[in-house]
């Protein structure tokens, strides 16, 4: 059974910092290597749909950031740890949001998507607060 576990969530204040960990674990990472799943950040407002933040390769070698992030937050993996990360610095009331974390198997490491319905494994989600 594929878990997906997010935590760091929490209340900010504008221009704070938070770090978000998402820890996988279950059999399609141990039999088939969390080194070759692509991961995926995505956050929810409720009423909205779910929106795309950022997304790391098998490798951890290549990203990709939604605009309204990028330049602020940062998305790394640790392999050997079958977690990934997401940095969130100078966050904005409009951050605020429920995070997940999703994985989805990919051939090659270029491969990585910003597609919610192209991840089939997602976490219980993380509650981010960035107060003004």
């Known amino acids: 059974q594929v878990q997906l576990v997010e935590s760091g969530g929490g209340l900010v204040q504008a221009g704070g910092s938070l770090r978000l960990s998402c820890a996988a674990s279950g059999r399609p990472f141990s039999s088939y290597g969390f080194s070759n799943y692509a991961m995926g950040w995505f956050r929810q407002v409720p009423g909205k749909e779910r929106e795309f933040v950022a997304a790391?390769?098998?490798?951890?070698?290549?990203?990709y950031y939604a605009d309204s992030v990028k330049g602020r937050f940062t998305i790394s993996r640790v392999n050997a740890e079958n977690t990934v990360y997401l940095q969130m610095n100078s966050l904005k009331p409009e951050d605020t949001a429920e995070y997940y974390c999703?994985?989805?198997?990919?051939?090659?490491?270029?491969?990585?998507?910003?597609?919610?319905?192209?991840?089939?494994?997602w976490g219980q989600g993380t509650q981010v607060t960035v107060s003004s």
């Open positions: 999703a994985a989805q198997a990919r051939t090659f490491d270029f491969e990585l998507g910003s597609i919610a319905n192209e991840y089939p494994y």
């Open positions: 790391i390769s098998r490798s951890g070698r290549n990203t």
